[in-house]
């Protein structure tokens, strides 16, 4: 179960805070709901639970903060608005993703695609899916680790009837598995029809905190449903007797040949239709919509003028219920057919109105019955769940590097910088070939001394600074503390497949570079420097330093643009510092350390140790050099504080 107690968020200057003081209990096996208008701080209260927004107040999954349990995405499955997936990673391809983050077997996002139908559509790219069918990832996404608890932020937002009615069928079966569940809505009538507990916020405060059937009897405002092809005649005629009998009664037509009565009756309002001779094709007292799942008093059709309804009849209305939609996917087709068509007649199908399906109440002492689905529907809907998932996985420190892998490699962002990178350099070689006076170190790397950095590094750069987005957009993610950037397990990951990447590209610059080179102007221009080792050295600790400083500013920042502005800080601005502070006279030198490390060891460097160490002193002492390692210890110092402060808070 949910326990939320005393939900208050920050205040945002002389503003009120949006969610003040709210407390409620979500149990398990029922579906909770969070009503409230647009603004009335619904989403705000699941952020406060997730602790994905800074505030104050307490909630307990199952007795625990999410904080305190080892992995809360096996806890708690999350959605929040739309799927925060990359738009060019395919279905399955991010449910794999999630399933590295999370620690499941990778089969399992084939089997959460099974359930939700989108077995077909695996291949397709996120940025194409409907309305509908992002709603499918999105519960495929709640429903991937097999998780207790589902909170999940207006899922019913936008679908059409059919596709409403199989999410709330999923969201019962889960609930009737044992399992807690809360959603939130704007619609009373649809919380009426699919909750078992209505927990209603305004302006940020809680209303109240009611069972379904109280609700539904308390705030929901009954009215009789008129269908008729003389609408508007009878819309007149109810307004001028109310009018009349001074008497507080509001007539609304819907579109087409239907209306609303408020205030009214249905014994009245067919008494009305009688004496005037007005054609009735459906009449019914109704608590919520007529759609699927609505809850009905009654439902009298009515074939011709001559089979006018007596108000006797009328006033035993009240003795059972029916179901407006006989469309469901949980029922029997044929049975309802034919038990709609001995109830109403063939005038139904002519009339193109909804064939209704009695069942009778539950609890005579209510006006209407409980917003439960029947057994048969829930036994159905609780088949098509997703397996549980009975083996846990041990944690393993492969987990975060399978992660970035898959995370990585799913889009093709990576691969498209890479052939930008290799194409701009090639290109900018071959121009400074042409011009000359030109270093051959500088020509193999394209680096133009016009530029601050050359086109690898920066490539570098903007793929170490996209490393970092996908933990901060996907709450259930953002949930996990396992997976989230503030473990130091993550950020290795992200260091090593970014230096892989950085050390991958910077080889295949210099190798297409002097390639082309040699096509175009001969092996005067491709041949290798003498001192290639240490060039190539510095050529990789560049990029590499550059890649990490793209990682390492977006982690901080949660920033693709922070991160490459602080690539681009490194030659523009530290690298002006670092050169003013050793043109210092009071600056020391590091030259001779080998001799003098040799001095105090008293033994000899093997193999020719003291020769590597002087070469990586020198390529330290550079000012790139010295810079990268600045910028590098401030950037993983400010890295570690924001960790640290996390986990305090």
Not at 86 to 91: A, G, K, M, Q
Not at 317 to 331: G, K, L, Q, V
Request: with cysteine; aromatic share 4%; charged share 20%.
């Amino acid at each position: 179960m949910i326990q939320a107690v005393g939900l208050t968020s920050n205040p945002r200057k002389a503003l009120p805070p949006a969610v003040d003081d709210v407390s409620f209990e979500a149990r398990a096996g029922r579906v909770t709901v969070l009503l409230g208008a647009p603004g009335a701080g619904k989403t705000t209260v699941l952020r406060l639970m997730l602790e994905l927004q800074q505030g104050r107040g307490l909630t307990y999954f199952r007795g625990r903060p999410l904080h305190r349990i080892a992995h809360p995405s096996r806890e708690v499955g999350v959605l929040l608005g739309d799927v925060p997936g990359h738009p060019s990673r395919t279905v399955r391809g991010h449910l794999r993703m999630l399933c590295a983050a999370t620690g499941v077997p990778v089969r399992r996002a084939d089997e959460v695609l099974e359930v939700v139908g989108l077995v077909s559509l695996r291949d397709e790219r996120l940025g194409t899916l409907s309305r509908g069918m992002d709603r499918r990832l999105g519960l495929a996404c709640a429903l991937l680790a097999d998780p207790h608890t589902l909170v999940l932020d207006a899922p019913a937002d936008g679908l059409s009837s059919r596709e409403n009615r199989w999410l709330h069928g999923m969201l019962r079966a889960h609930a009737d598995q044992g399992g807690t569940v809360l959603t939130t809505t704007a619609d009373p009538k649809e919380a009426a029809r699919t909750a078992d507990q209505v927990v209603t916020l305004k302006e940020g405060r809680l209303v109240a905190d009611q069972a379904a059937a109280d609700f539904a009897r308390t705030r929901l405002r009954p009215r009789v449903a008129v269908r008729s092809p003389h609408a508007a005649r009878l819309a007149a005629l109810l307004t001028k007797e109310a009018r009349t009998a001074h008497c507080s009664v509001e007539v609304v037509q819907e579109d087409g040949n239907r209306l609303s009565v408020y205030g009214s009756t249905c014994a009245h309002v067919g008494e009305a239709a009688f004496r005037h001779g007005i054609l009735i094709h459906q009449l019914a007292d109704e608590t919520g919509d007529m759609g699927s799942g609505a809850v009905l008093t009654a439902a009298v059709g009515v074939v011709g003028a001559e089979a006018h309804v007596e108000a006797s009849a009328m006033a035993d209305c009240t003795e059972s219920d029916a179901d407006a939609d006989t469309d469901d996917s949980f029922d029997n087709p044929a049975e309802a057919e034919a038990e709609a068509e001995a109830e109403i007649g063939a005038e139904a199908e002519t009339e193109g109105t909804d064939t209704t399906l009695p069942t009778p109440v539950p609890s005579p002492s209510l006006p209407f019955p409980s917003p439960s689905f029947p057994s048969p529907r829930a036994a159905d809907a609780l088949s098509a769940l997703p397996p549980p998932i009975s083996v846990r996985s041990a944690p393993s420190p492969l987990r975060p590097l399978r992660y970035e892998l898959r995370r990585a490699a799913g889009i093709s962002t990576g691969f498209l910088t890479g052939a930008a990178v290799l194409v701009v350099s090639a290109l900018t070689a071959v121009l400074l070939a042409r011009v000359g006076h030109t270093p051959q170190a500088r020509l193999l790397a394209a680096w133009p001394a016009q530029l601050p950095l050359p086109p690898a590094a920066l490539g570098a750069g903007l793929l170490g600074a996209l490393a970092f987005g996908d933990e901060f957009r996907h709450p259930a993610l953002a949930a996990d503390r396992g997976t989230v950037p503030r473990r130091l397990g993550m950020l290795t990951a992200k260091l090593v497949v970014a230096a892989f990447t950085a050390l991958l590209l910077a080889f295949l610059t210099i190798g297409c570079n002097a390639e082309v080179l040699y096509l175009l102007y001969g092996r005067e221009f491709a041949k290798v420097p003498g001192d290639w080792l240490a060039l190539t050295a510095s050529w990789f600790g560049l990029v590499v330093g550059c890649a990490w400083a793209g990682v390492l500013a977006a982690g901080v920042f949660r920033s693709t643009t922070a991160g490459l502005a602080a690539v681009l800080a490194v030659p523009v601005a530290v690298v002006p510092l670092v050169q003013t502070a050793a043109g210092n006279t009071s600056v020391r030198t590091a030259a001779g350390l080998s001799v003098r490390l040799r001095e105090v060891l008293l033994v000899q460097w093997p193999f020719g140790g003291e020769r590597y160490l002087s070469a990586a002193v020198r390529l330290v002492a550079q000012p790139v050099g010295w810079a990268l390692a600045l910028s590098l210890t401030t950037l993983l110092c400010a890295y570690l504080f924001t960790t640290l402060r996390s986990r305090v808070r």
